[in-house]
């Protein structure tokens, strides 16, 4: 059985302890370290690297932000996850360029919180329901046609599809399996999303699609 290390930063010691208790009930789950700002997570993180770290947005000393970034340059490939409250959606393109592979608002479920963490530990991303209909409602109005129209591109049908899957927060593997291709084509078709959009990565595309009312949730 794997066991998934986890670490947890936020100022709040109330919600830490709470969640780190919640998390611990997991048999599969471990919770290695907790810190109260990003520089005593970067401090920590010499010597524990877990498989997920629960980070919180906005914090006093060093925020998510900056601690995401900064955890990132010393362990490529860290898994983080923005934990977020409502409200905050003007963060989100920031933790996503930072590199956060996640996102889930403080008032997720056990069941959720369990299958985010999963997820992202095996290099998937993950939007939790609340976060992207959280985005959707401060969608920026345009359609996406226009929006794309104005950047010189135009999506494919297979792109649309692939890329409203995405938004689902369905993996490659199981993209292919709905759409009956490879895994490598489902890939390929996230790569030219990706340039087409002109963003970096998953997370970053998620969010622009929302956003932009490329695809509908």
Same mark, same amino acid.
């Given at each position: 059985?794997?066991?998934?290390?986890?670490?947890?930063?936020?100022?709040?010691?109330?919600?830490?302890?709470?969640?780190?208790?919640?998390?611990?009930?997991?048999?599969?789950?471990?919770?290695?370290?907790?810190?109260?700002?990003?520089?005593?997570?970067?401090?920590?993180?010499?010597?524990?690297?877990?498989?997920?770290?629960?980070?919180?947005?906005?914090?006093?000393?060093?925020?998510?932000?900056?601690?995401?970034?900064? $955890?990132? &340059?010393?362990?490529?490939?860290?898994? #983080?996850? !923005?934990? =977020?409250?409502? +409200?905050?959606?003007?963060?989100?393109?920031?933790?996503?360029?930072?590199?956060?592979?996640?996102?889930?608002?403080?008032?997720?479920?056990?069941?959720?919180?369990?299958?985010?963490?999963?997820?992202?530990?095996?290099?998937?991303?993950?939007?939790?329901?609340?976060?992207?209909?959280?985005?959707?409602?401060?969608?920026?109005?345009?359609?996406?046609?226009?929006?794309?129209?104005?950047?010189?591109?135009?999506?494919?049908?297979?792109?649309?599809?692939?890329?409203?899957?995405?938004?689902?927060?369905?993996? $490659?593997? &199981?993209?292919?399996?709905?759409?009956? #291709?490879? !895994?490598? =084509?489902?890939? +390929?078709?996230?790569?030219?999303?990706?340039?087409?959009?002109?963003?970096?990565?998953?997370?970053?595309?998620?969010?622009?699609?929302?956003?932009?009312?490329?695809?509908?949730?």
């Amino acid at each position: 059985m794997k066991i998934y290390q986890i670490y947890l930063v936020d100022d709040h010691s109330i919600f830490l302890k709470g969640l780190s208790l919640l998390l611990n009930e997991v048999v599969e789950f471990k919770v290695i370290g907790e810190a109260r700002n990003g520089m005593e997570f970067l401090l920590d993180l010499e010597h524990h690297v877990p498989d997920v770290v629960l980070m919180d947005i906005r914090m006093p000393g060093m925020n998510g932000i900056e601690a995401t970034r900064l $955890a990132l &340059e010393k362990i490529p490939g860290l898994n #983080i996850i !923005a934990l =977020t409250m409502f +409200g905050e959606q003007k963060y989100y393109k920031l933790m996503a360029e930072a590199g956060a592979r996640g996102f889930l608002q403080k008032d997720v479920t056990k069941d959720e919180l369990v299958e985010a963490i999963k997820r992202v530990s095996d290099g998937e991303s993950y939007f939790s329901h609340r976060v992207r209909s959280e985005l959707a409602g401060n969608s920026e109005g345009q359609e996406g046609e226009d929006i794309l129209k104005k950047m010189g591109e135009k999506l494919t049908e297979r792109e649309v599809e692939v890329l409203h899957y995405l938004v689902s927060g369905l993996s $490659a593997p &199981e993209i292919a399996d709905k759409m009956f #291709i490879s !895994a490598r =084509t489902v890939e +390929g078709h996230r790569a030219s999303l990706i340039s087409k959009t002109r963003t970096k990565n998953i997370v970053e595309l998620v969010i622009f699609a929302i956003k932009n009312n490329l695809v509908s949730i």
